[in-house]
């Protein structure tokens, strides 16, 4: 009542001049004012979609998005008619929101992905590189993935510029938020088309045009009423504050128009004299654009790693170590390049790291050959393959022969006798990515030459082996160390548990079998197994806990479970490359087979073919020690279909998806309704999640007026901080005494403070004769235009003290 | 070009220029059409804004129209009305800005000033309204008088600020509109009415010294011939065209009524003027013909006033309210006697500090 009475009050303007209140509250259509911010809103958002969509030619239901947008647009600037319209808006729009997205996820997941593949193949060409597609797009149909993806941007783009556009017309954050992406047509030379060019500069023209003019009816400042005219000014109530009128819906059209017809004059103009599609033409680019050039080239192909002298996580595997790994990231770059004749449909295994010894809970596997050269009674570290060149070898060659040196010897021995199904090959090896520590060569490698770096490769080698067909061969030392048959004990409970449930028993090669089956039947794979837990065992965590996982996986258990049934083996990692893969290598051309090639062929004469392995080829298997074939290769990891890089919905299900099983009992049981537990869970965060925010929402709100209001006590005038200090106490005391709030004058409060108290008549009486003392200094601190002293500050404040304590 | 920059605007301006220099990197370093399109228009926006507002200053005219009725809520529709307006009643202003082009400006900031005359109360404000193409803009200022009086508002000057706002194109104006509020009718005025009426109906006729001591029948066009000192200096002036004072004799006797209207005290001169109406109002109703004289300071002489109705008192206070105050609080009386000898006796309504006094004093 008493806030209504105030507004009500004539704005006196001087000595018994006054202008009425009326003046104020001479009406204007907000409701107008506020289409036409929708309408910019619009303008901005479709512009920079479809800025970006027409520069790179994607094509999307344009009628649609625009309408859909328009209206969205619209209804986003409505929001700003009342505060309760506002605040239910948001909250119903979220809702809405979230569920227009859940149920189109992955329309909108593709269309996304089909946008960034778009833009990456454009990036890709431009740069002139190959790009492997970096994410799967789950549906096809672009059309349509994309106008989903439009109409999921355009109303995020709508909430977010509706902020910034009806509120405070903030053209430059709104610039520099919408041609952020929009540089990336730009900077790859593609533009937009004029439509949308000139749908983004009208839009930033008229927010311009409107910020200048500062009246917009903004929706901060102002109240959310009707009013014409408002007072402002720094020295607002005093005589030079200024009397503004709030919006003017015809004015602004008109000059919203005026910019309009400007902005298209201008596109129109430069399109017509330097037609788009020309504009680039002869234009051969600058000195400071090709500097950045390099390092986007290097961003595109290696990504923000490439800028940094080492990578661990995409350059295959090849040390050994396991589980602090979540989730396997392929980024499908070229590790190595291989040359060589195919002869067989199987998997070509390249052979890198080796392990011996594992050690439980530190989660790795390591080989023992670095500090022991001693194995198999021979010793090691003196050998040297032999060489056409001369060139030395290193260590890691020495490895690789000493493990299988004497299956080489057999194969050897088969081909120099003739005997069937024995060949000689050679295979060019060229490691491509720095991240690949750790050379790798063909099985049954007898030397290998230095080649690289050669034709811009690094650390080529040429690799002379045997290739094995399984013919069974004549193994001079066919031993195998105790370290071969080595088994932890922290991991036998697990592996017995394992090997019962698998059956595994009978022969060597029942057993290898069995395991593989039970692998198959009972662990699914996974590049995205989840870290193994802090203080857990990666083969335990594995075989009894998470059962499921990729390559290593598989083989480190494999590796403990043969060794644990009397089956040497070892844990190998290196590339496995299969045949569809050779099948789509390049041809080498001017290569003459023999040169690579003498032997039995499962696949006659080839020819030499250069192969592109990248680290999705990477992979771990066992080696096993047979008496029959010696030690050979075991693949134990079951065959799974490739899963995509899955998208944040998927992340986001499985986030709130249990990862242990749930008992019947944890669910909400209804009769035969039955509400899953994770469900329950979201319902439950999302109530608490949206309470959290109402909280801070208003405590918020709050704080940031009381802190206003604090700052602006701490810098105000003793008159300012009197008042200040007693509009506080009296609103404490409005809350017990509504009667007290429709006083408006200070008289009359004080009047009725003395009176409420409860004091003895001698008290009130002293206190009244002090009251009209308050009345008089709080009158001059409101109205004087002198200050009061300090004595009168505090004889107010110990009055207003005095008065209300009982 | 008359355009001026303020530091409102040159924080706006180097804002401007910082924008600027981003795009015409960005230019330099994409090679883009589309920043092109952008380094223009924001080359040749400012350009074509401040063009279209000197423009639009040229053009702009301004009125005021003052009245006290409005009959419609919509400013286009508010027809107003040219009568005296009521202290402590709205009294409006229109302010129209008549824009003829097709240009327009959301920022004018009209400097007015606000004014009563007669108690030499002024105050400038600065309203900031939109000019819109072809039709400009116009507004109401409903004004509450608290003192009676006329009540002048002028539009001093417009500042056109233009759509880019960097500029403000200034254009002085002096456009004014004016009414006259008239005081409030007070029912409890005290003074002993009996005796006024006594002693004040002695007066007669009289010719004495050359004095005239006529009464005004009514108010003409200059004719060639007339006297000087019938000339209405005030009303020409306002007019501007000659107008006297058609004098008749009197023939009855009359109550005199002399106000001082001394302003060194905004509420008691107020009171003075506020009883004098009140009081000359409640004996014309009463069919007793009053003779108000009061000191003109414009003409340093004596105006005096028949007045029978109440148009006449309306018409002889509004004619008062042009007069200039003085500070002596005894002004009008010093010299009735000298001036006046044929008045016995009159109705002095003056102020002592800041209370009312009404006595009627002998022409003595």
């Known amino acids: 009542m008493a806030k209504k009475k105030k507004e009500k009050e004539n704005k006196v303007l001087g000595e018994g001049i006054e202008l009425s209140y009326g003046f104020f509250e001479q009406r204007e259509s907000r409701l107008h004012t506020l289409i036409l911010k929708g309408l910019i809103v619009y303008l901005i958002s479709m512009g920079s979609i479809g800025f970006y969509l027409s520069a790179f030619d994607i094509d999307y239901n344009k009628q649609l998005c625009h309408v859909a947008i328009l209206i969205m647009s619209l209804l986003c600037a409505m929001l700003y008619y009342r505060l309760l319209v506002e605040n239910l808006g948001y909250l119903f729009l979220l809702l809405g929101f979230l569920g227009l997205v859940t149920v189109f996820r992955r329309y909108i997941n593709s269309g996304f992905y089909a946008i960034v593949n778009i833009t990456v193949n454009n990036a890709a060409e431009y740069f002139g590189v190959d790009i492997q597609r970096l994410y799967q797009e789950q549906i096809e149909d672009r059309y349509l993935t994309v106008t989903c993806i439009v109409l999921f941007i355009g109303f995020v783009l709508d909430v977010f510029l509706n902020v910034y556009i009806s509120r405070r017309m903030q053209y430059v954050t709104v610039a520099f938020t919408v041609m952020s992406l929009n540089l990336i047509p730009l900077y790859l030379v593609e533009e937009p088309d004029p439509l949308y060019a000139f749908m983004l500069m009208s839009g930033m023209v008229m927010a311009y045009v409107f910020k200048s003019g500062q009246h917009y009816s903004p929706q901060v400042s102002i109240k959310r009423n009707d009013n014409g005219f408002v007072e402002k000014g720094k020295d607002k109530g005093k005589r030079k504050s200024e009397l503004f009128y709030v919006s003017d819906i015809k004015a602004m059209l008109q000059a919203g128009v005026t910019g309009i017809i400007f902005v298209l004059m201008v596109v129109l103009g430069v399109n017509a004299v330097r037609p788009r599609d020309s504009f680039n033409v002869g234009y051969s680019g600058n000195k400071y654009k090709d500097i950045t050039v390099a390092a986007m080239t290097t961003l595109l192909v290696d990504g923000w790693q490439g800028f940094f002298g080492h990578s661990y996580d995409v350059g295959g595997m090849d040390s050994g170590r396991l589980g602090n790994v979540s989730s396997v990231r392929l980024d499908y770059q070229t590790d190595l390049i291989v040359e060589f004749t195919p002869y067989s449909s199987g998997t070509l295994y390249l052979k890198g790291f080796v392990g011996e010894l594992y050690n439980p809970y530190a989660n790795e596997w390591t080989n023992i050959m670095g500090t022991n050269y001693q194995l198999q009674g021979k010793d090691w570290s003196t050998y040297v393959p032999e060489s056409e060149d001369g060139q030395s070898t290193d260590n890691l060659d020495a490895e690789y022969a000493a493990r299988n040196y004497n299956e080489m010897l057999a194969y050897k021995e088969a081909y120099e006798n003739n005997q069937e199904y024995s060949a000689k090959a050679a295979m060019n090896i060229w490691i491509m990515d720095y991240a690949v520590r750790q050379g790798c060569s063909p099985y049954y490698t007898e030397s290998s030459d230095y080649i690289g770096p050669g034709g811009g490769y690094n650390r080529g080698r040429r690799y002379e082996y045997y290739p094995s067909f399984g013919a069974s061969g004549v193994y001079t030392q066919p ?328 | 070009m008359g355009g001026y920059m303020r530091f409102e605007v040159l924080f706006r301006a180097i804002g401007l220029i910082i924008l600027y220099a981003i795009c015409l990197a960005l230019y330099i370093f994409l090679h883009s ?76 900031k009209m400097i007015l000033e606000i004014s009563n005359l007669f108690f030499g109360v002024t105050t400038e404000r600065t309203i900031s309204v939109p000019i819109r193409a072809k039709t400009g803009y116009e507004f109401m200022l409903p ?201 016995k006796a009159y109705l002095h309504i003056s102020a002592e500090g800041r209370n009312l006094k009404l006595q009627v004093r002998e022409n003595i």
Not at chain 1, 584 to 597: H, I, N, P, Q, T
Not at chain 2, 240 to 252: A, G, P
């Open chain 1, 479 to 806: 031993e195998y160390s105790d370290l071969d048959l080595y088994v932890p004990e922290e991991n036998i409970p697990a592996i017995q548990e394992t090997l019962a449930a698998a059956g595994a028993s009978g022969s060597d090669e029942k057993i290898i079998q069995a395991v593989i089956e039970y692998y198959q039947k009972n662990i699914p794979y996974t590049i995205r197994p989840g870290r193994t837990p802090r203080n857990a065992d990666f083969v335990n965590y594995f075989l009894t806990d998470n059962k499921k996982g990729y390559c290593a996986h598989y083989a480190s258990a494999a590796v403990l479970m043969f060794r644990y049934m009397g089956i040497p083996a070892r844990y190998v990692e290196g590339y496995a490359i299969d045949y569809f893969q050779v099948a789509g290598g390049d041809l080498v051309e001017d290569a003459a087979y023999g040169d690579y090639y003498d032997g039995y062929s499962e696949l006659g004469e080839t020819a030499l073919i250069r192969v592109n392995v990248t680290d999705a080829d990477a992979h771990a298997w066992v080696e096993v020690y047979t008496p029959i074939k010696g030690w050979h290769v075991v693949d134990v990891t079951p065959s799974g279909e490739v899963e995509e890089v899955e998208d944040f919905w998927t992340l986001f299900e499985e986030y709130m998806d249990d990862s242990v099983e749930e008992d019947d009992d944890n669910n909400l049981n209804l009769n035969n309704f039955r509400i899953p537990t994770r469900v329950l869970r979201a319902i439950f965060f999302g109530f608490i999640g949206l309470a959290g925010a109402v909280i801070i929402f208003v405590a918020g709100k709050r704080g940031v007026r009381e802190l206003s209001l604090y700052i602006k006590y701490i810098n105000a005038g003793i008159n300012d901080k009197l008042i200040y200090k007693y509009s506080k106490f009296r609103r404490k005391l409005v809350k017990k005494n509504q009667e007290l709030g429709n006083l408006i004058n200070y008289r009359e409060q004080i009047r009725y403070i003395i009176k409420m108290t409860e004091k003895p008549s001698d008290t009130r009486d002293a206190l009244e004769i002090e009251g009209e003392q308050v009345i008089d200094i709080l009158e001059r601190a409101g109205f004087g235009a002198n200050e009061i002293s300090e004595a009168e500050y505090e004889q107010v404040t110990g009055f207003l003290k005095t008065a209300t304590r009982r």
């Open chain 2, 33 to 108: 059409q589309f920043y092109l399109i952008v380094l223009i228009i924001m080359l040749l926006g400012p350009i074509f804004s401040i063009g279209m507002a000197g423009h639009l200053r040229d053009k702009t005219e301004v009125r005021v129209m003052a009245g006290t009725v409005s009959t419609a809520t919509d400013v286009s529709l508010i027809r107003m009305e040219d009568m005296y307006g009521k202290q402590d009643e709205e009294v409006y202003f229109c302010i129209k800005l008549d824009n003829p082009t097709l240009f327009v400006s959301l920022d004018v």
């Open chain 2, 143 to 343: 004004i509450v008088p608290r003192l009676p009086g006329v009540i002048k508002v002028t539009v001093k000057k417009i500042e056109i600020k233009d759509l880019s706002g960097l500029c403000f194109f200034k254009k002085n104006i002096d456009v004014s509109g004016e009414t006259t509020v008239l005081p409030l009718t007070l029912k409890d005025v005290k003074y002993d009415k009996n005796d006024a009426e006594a002693g004040m109906l002695e007066s007669e006729e009289s010719n004495k010294r050359g004095n005239d001591f006529s009464d005004v029948q009514e108010i003409r066009e200059y004719i060639p011939g007339d006297k000087l000192m019938s000339i209405h200096w005030k009303l020409s002036a306002k007019r501007d065209i000659l107008m006297v004072k058609d004098r008749v004799s009197m023939s009855d006797r009359q109550l005199v009524v002399v106000p001082e209207l001394c302003g060194t005290d905004q509420a008691s001169l107020n009171m003075v003027v506020t009883s004098a109406y009140s009081v000359i109002s409640e004996m014309i109703e009463d069919k007793t013909s009053i003779r108000l004289i009061y000191w003109s300071c414009n003409r340093d002489d004596y105006e005096e006033t028949r007045i029978d109705y109440k148009e006449d008192l309306q018409n002889a206070f509004a004619q008062m309210f042009y007069e200039s105050t003085y500070n002596s609080p005894d002004e009008a009386a010093s010299n009735m006697a000298s001036v006046h000898p044929e008045i």
